[in-house]
């Protein structure tokens, strides 16, 4: 054909031609894209297990941040509650330490009074027995005529309770 | 002096009976430095990449995205990326190693006639024919593929009403001229480049040329880029169901 003439064609060339690109086709594949393809796979996998992990860390992070908080007030509000309990146990024994000591100095005001209603109450029986001993001398000594025991002392009885 | 511009490469030597055209060898060394780079940087590429494997990266993985937004499929992009690329970095390359200087100077005497020694390779007809009916053939396997030998026939072939037949018809002819629109936008735009630039060259080589010359870079680079898109949207269309017709 005159057209294949004019553009230099031959049919050999044309099969050797095909064959170079072929071979070259075949040569790119093997040596440039399977390994731009794996090494391209390989790249992008890591990446998303990196970012993967990333997002895990950071998820891990702020849950135990969260954790830490919550630690945070459960701890304070313990130890606020724990204050406050000592506080008021505090208070409580105070109050009892207080109450306790107040009943026993009234204990011992009691006691006191009591001893000192005692003593007043023997003070004033010594005394009354004394002044009858006494008037009985002296009206012994006044009236020298001794009267019978039992006589007098009842004389001298009724006239100290005139007296009072 | 005289401009000899020839539509056809030209034999530099025989193998025997075959003859080894200009544009032939300098295939050769295209195919060759591409092989070379892919081994090296097989042997090269590591998890963290630096230096050149970072920029070889940025390119395929570019490459990578942008045909995954033409094929919106990542497993489809997998398998089709190799071939598409394969297609625009060979094409790019054997393009943009016209525009190493010297090359024109290189010739050989044969039978009277100074034939250059190196030809683009893209400015030979039969090696972009080559190509594009690589890349027919691949189409229409992904054709069959899809829809079954048969399925995929029945594309083009339909007899269920004279409507959709005619339609058939016209779909089997634009297959076909799809062979001729891609082989001759690629050969008819490297092979003009060439031309334009050796007038610019033979009538005067100061400065004149450069503006075209930077053009041609440009074209060297847009065809590749055109080549290997439209065989990546036909592959893409071969694929999908034909709607809206």
């Given amino acids: ?164 | 002096m005289k401009l000899d511009i020839s539509l056809s490469p030209e034999a530099v030597f025989h193998l025997g009976s075959l003859p080894i055209t200009n544009s032939f060898l300098l295939m050769i060394f295209v195919t060759l430095f591409l092989i070379v780079g892919a081994i090296w940087l097989s042997r090269n590429v590591k998890l963290a990449p630096k230096g050149f494997q970072n920029a070889v990266e940025l390119i395929f993985e570019g490459a990578l995205d942008f045909v995954d937004t033409i094929m919106n499929d990542k497993d489809k992009t997998r398998k089709v990326f190799p071939f598409v690329f394969s297609l625009f970095i060979y094409i790019l390359v054997a393009n943009l190693v016209n525009f190493i200087p010297g090359q024109a100077a290189l010739t050989i005497n044969e039978g009277g006639k100074f034939v250059p020694v190196l030809r683009g390779v893209m400015a030979d007809y039969g090696m972009v024919l080559v190509l594009t009916i690589i890349s027919f053939v691949t189409v229409q396997v992904v054709g069959i593929m899809s829809f079954g030998p048969f399925g995929h026939l029945g594309k083009f072939i339909n007899f269920s009403n004279p409507m959709n037949f005619f339609v058939g018809i016209l779909e089997l002819v634009g297959e076909f001229a799809k062979i001729l629109s891609l082989s001759f936008r690629l050969f008819g735009n490297i092979f003009a480049g060439e031309v334009l630039l050796s007038v610019f060259l033979f009538l005067f080589p100061f400065i004149l040329p450069l503006p075209f010359m930077v053009l041609e870079l440009g074209t060297a680079l847009i065809q590749a880029f055109v080549f290997s898109v439209l065989t990546l949207v036909f592959i893409k269309m071969a694929g999908e169901k034909a709607e809206g017709h």
């Fill in chain 1, 1 to 164: 054909m005159k057209i294949f003439e004019a553009f230099g064609l031959d049919w050999r060339i044309l099969i050797a031609q095909l064959i170079n690109f072929a071979i070259l086709f075949f040569i790119l594949w093997k040596f440039a894209y399977k390994p731009m393809f794996k090494i391209l796979d390989e790249r992008k996998k890591k990446i998303e297990t990196g970012l993967n992990y990333a997002a895990r860390a950071e998820e891990k992070l702020k849950e135990i941040g969260e954790e830490e908080k919550k630690t945070m007030v459960a701890a304070k509000k313990e130890a606020a509650k724990f204050m406050e309990e000592a506080k008021k146990e505090a208070e409580e024994s105070r109050k009892k330490q207080i109450e306790k000591t107040k009943e026993e100095i009234g204990q011992l005001i009691n006691q006191e009074k009591e001893n000192m209603r005692l003593e007043k109450a023997e003070v004033l029986a010594s005394i009354n027995r004394e002044v009858a001993e006494l008037v009985a001398l002296t009206v012994e000594k006044v009236i020298e005529e001794k009267m019978s025991g039992q006589k007098d002392e009842e004389l001298i009885k009724k006239a100290i309770s005139k007296l009072k």
